[in-house]
């Protein structure tokens, strides 16, 4: 199961959020545009093969579609976290399931107050991931495995994603509108 905390994201009040507009150009950091429309931008994801072909079922179902992030390596995930924990400081516990490395994570973002920016916060994060054991690093998110892809909000309807029987649909991360499925 994904480290992301289903229960905590699944229920929100009726409180005005906003998107985030760093998740949203995730794919976007190796100027390729993974939302044309087409084959290929999924390929740009780098999904297992099995979840490549619930995106290619999601295209079907909804040929609008916009996927803004597929697998990560490490530095690109230590980079969408710092994006989030820019506009929200306690983003990581705030959206993940408590574990050693989410600990490890929210700690250092406590123990760098000056460390404001995307850059720096990255940096941080991806240090700290690298010095983990692969297991514990892993686990941090179905992003690092290419079990999970997010789609810009509302680009397509709730129900062609639960069609796909994801293990996870996560329409919010740490109070941020995020689409987040993973497998």
Request: with cysteine; charged share 25%.
């Amino acid at each position: 199961m994904d480290n992301l905390d289903a229960a905590q994201n699944s229920v929100y009040e009726e409180e005005e959020q906003d998107v985030d507009p760093f998740h949203e150009e995730g794919m976007n950091l190796d100027t390729e545009d993974i939302s044309e429309a087409g084959s290929s931008d999924i390929d740009r994801l780098n999904l297992d093969s099995d979840v490549a072909d619930k995106a290619r079922e999601l295209r079907r179902r909804a040929p609008g579609v916009i996927f803004t992030s597929g697998r990560r390596d490490i530095a690109r995930q230590a980079r969408a976290m710092a994006g989030n924990v820019v506009v929200n400081r306690r983003w990581i516990e705030q959206t993940y399931r408590s574990t050693t490395a989410i600990q490890s994570l929210q700690q250092w973002v406590n123990s760098h107050p000056n460390a404001d920016t995307v850059d720096e916060i990255a940096r941080g994060l991806t240090d700290l991931m690298n010095a983990m054991p692969e297991a514990q690093r892993m686990g941090i998110s179905k992003h690092l495995s290419g079990r999970a892809f997010d789609v810009k909000p509302n680009s397509c309807p709730t129900s062609a994603i639960t069609a796909l029987s994801p293990r996870q649909f996560l329409q919010r991360e740490g109070g941020l509108v995020i689409w987040h499925v993973g497998f």
